[in-house]
Nanobody
Framework: QVQLVESGGGSVQAGDSLRLSCEAS????????MGWFRQSPGKERERVADIYSNGGITHYADSVKGRFTISQNNAKNTVYLQMNSLKPEDTAMYYC?????????????????????WGQGTQVTVSS
């Protein structure tokens, strides 16, 4: 099955930018969508952005609209999250995620319950 590996996290100052990458390996057949979630200590894991393989439709959390952009390469085996104008509240562990059509409930990448595969996470820390 598909495996996900994130990279690109780091420690930056408020207003700076970071670009996260998620590389999918193994079989990517049947991947409905891929997305980014984040979780900070004491808070629930939340969807930041996602992108659907068929059509490239994207969704964003209200808190990141206009600042973050999700994209994927032509082979659709790599997903990126360009994060601009970073704020301290963006500090979290960021996880790449995927929904596989023939696994699980197939409700999409908008909620944790729809995710079938998770990456290991990459830490993003934004200081003021």
């Amino acid at each position: 099955q598909v495996q996900l590996v994130e990279s690109g996290g780091g420690s930056v100052q408020a207003g700076d930018s970071l670009r996260l990458s998620c590389e999918a390996s193994g079989s990517t057949y049947g991947v409905n969508c891929m997305g980014w979630f984040r979780q900070s200590p004491g808070k629930e894991r939340e969807r930041v952005a996602d992108i659907y393989s068929n059509g490239g439709i994207t969704h964003y959390a209200d808190s990141v609209k206009g600042r973050f952009t999700i994209s994927q390469n032509n082979a659709k085996n790599t997903v990126y999250l360009q994060m601009n104008s970073l704020k301290p509240e963006d500090t979290a562990m960021y996880y790449c995620a995927a929904d596989v059509k023939f696994v699980g409930s197939n409700v999409g990448c908008g909620v944790v319950a729809g995710i079938d595969r998770w990456g290991q996470g990459t830490q993003v820390t934004v200081s003021s």
